[in-house]
């Protein structure tokens, strides 16, 4: 469509103006059902993000904890190996 190099952003403002007018006069609910329903929603899906956000950092723990476990019986292993070499370079002399 050819327009005469006029610009074409009024019948866009047009088109979203006559969108928004046209939601709101054939809503199926009133603004305040609508609300409390988004409002619904909201807690709703805040109480599954929490619970997954809890789940979250119970894993989190528990593989804090296993690495714990891990460092610790590799520092005593690590311990033994250096008291095994101290003892080893000893019997040598």
Known sequence: M???NESKFPYFL????LGAIGGLLFAPRSGEE???D???RGTK?????NQQVRKLRESAEGIVQQGKQMMNANCCAVDTVKD??????????
């Open 14 to 17: 047009a088109g979203i103006g």
């Open 38 to 40: 988004f409002h619904e």
């Open 2 to 4: 050819i327009t005469n």
């Open 84 to 93: 095994a070499e101290k003892v080893h370079e000893e019997e040598r002399r």
């Open 34 to 36: 609508t609300r409390k």
């Open 45 to 49: 899906a805040l109480d599954i993000l």
